[in-house]
């Protein structure tokens, strides 16, 4: 083959390139975009490989429930969808986050699942779940406790 006909056909090789270029990345721009959740809910599976620490919190727990019942939407069950969350590369505001509520947001969100345990305990009606429990930094596994029950009275009621 001469010099010339080379010449002639490489805008035709380009474009055949160019074509099965195209054709072979359409597949791999599809799968990208069949990766954004297309509902708001993720799955806890999404959450663990970013969260594995405080994943590991929940086990042996009340709270491990909500990761081993098909029915709950396990991290999703107390934060909210996590889909914008994912989406938003981890961005902390786009989930919610118990330490930014306020009180009466908190008891609301865990009055959701623990409605028959709201404030029963001596008058406590008014703060926030979190003054006492901890669902990841507990010192106490059984109740969640924030701290050991006598310490954890103590910051509040001096005898």
């Known amino acids: 083959m001469s010099a010339h ?3 002639a056909r ?5 474009s055949l390139g160019l074509a099965i270029l195209f054709l072979g990345l359409s597949p791999v721009w599809a799968q990208k975009n069949r990766e954004q959740p297309s509902s708001p809910y993720v799955g806890s599976d999404v959450c663990q490989p970013c969260h594995d620490e405080i994943f590991a919190t929940l086990s042996g727990t009340a709270h491990q429930c909500l990761l081993d019942e098909a029915a709950r939407k396990g991290c999703e069950s107390c934060h909210g969808p996590g ?4 989406n938003g590369n981890g961005d902390a505001s786009k989930v919610f986050r118990f330490a930014d509520a306020s009180s009466a947001v908190v008891r609301e969100r865990c009055g959701q699942c623990h409605q028959n345990f709201m ?3 001596a008058g406590h009606q008014k703060l926030s779940c979190l003054e006492c429990h901890s669902v990841h930094h507990y010192q106490q596994k059984q109740f969640l406790l924030n701290l050991g029950k006598d310490k954890l009275c103590q910051r509040c009621h001096q005898h």
């Open 10 to 14: 490489a805008p035709g090789l380009i």
């Open 119 to 121: 404030g029963q305990d």
């Open 5 to 7: 006909n080379r010449i």
């Open 83 to 86: 889909g914008a969350h994912v």
